[in-house]
């Protein structure tokens, strides 16, 4: 067995547990909770958080270092935590896969085409973004279609 499959086999037990998580709906008064980042080193960095004003407050101070920003919510307004997501180049290999730990995603991609996938209510959603030069940011968002 190669020295990936070994690394990798722990962290795809971890991602399918939590693809089983369920969503909450979180209130803009509740009390702030730390945000989630990626390892220091990772190759594709991320930031997820958001609830909360002191956690939000430090997620608008990182916006200009990530060229991605997701936010995750409901048709009503309130947002969504704990919301697998992954990242894929067009080809269909993921590059990177979590979950948010708030409504907040923001991640930092290399230009080129990606598609961008989460978990709400149960069922995937997908969209496919482009990024540009360094300068650019992509924004997008993720609506739960239930009630």
Do not use: C
């Not at 971890?14 to 945000?35: F, I, Q, R, S, Y």
């Not at 300068?135 to 739960?144: E, G, L, P």
């Amino acid at each position: 067995m190669s020295s990936s499959a070994t690394v990798f086999r722990p962290l795809l037990a971890l991602v399918v547990a939590l693809l089983g998580t369920p969503l909450m709906a979180v209130e803009v008064g509740d009390n702030a909770k730390h945000n989630a980042s990626s390892k220091p080193l990772a190759e594709i960095p991320w930031l997820s958080g958001g609830i909360g004003d002191e956690a939000r407050d430090e997620m608008r101070k990182a916006t200009a270092s990530y060229n991605v920003h997701i936010v995750f919510s409901t048709q009503q307004g309130s947002y969504l935590a704990n919301v697998p997501f992954s990242v894929s180049r067009r080809s269909g290999s993921d590059i990177i896969a979590g979950v948010s730990e708030g409504p907040l995603l923001y991640i930092k991609l290399p230009p080129a085409a990606y598609r961008i996938s989460a978990k709400i209510d149960g069922a995937w959603q997908s969209k496919q973004i482009q990024v540009g030069g360094t300068d650019q940011q992509v924004r997008t968002a993720f609506v739960s279609k239930g009630e």
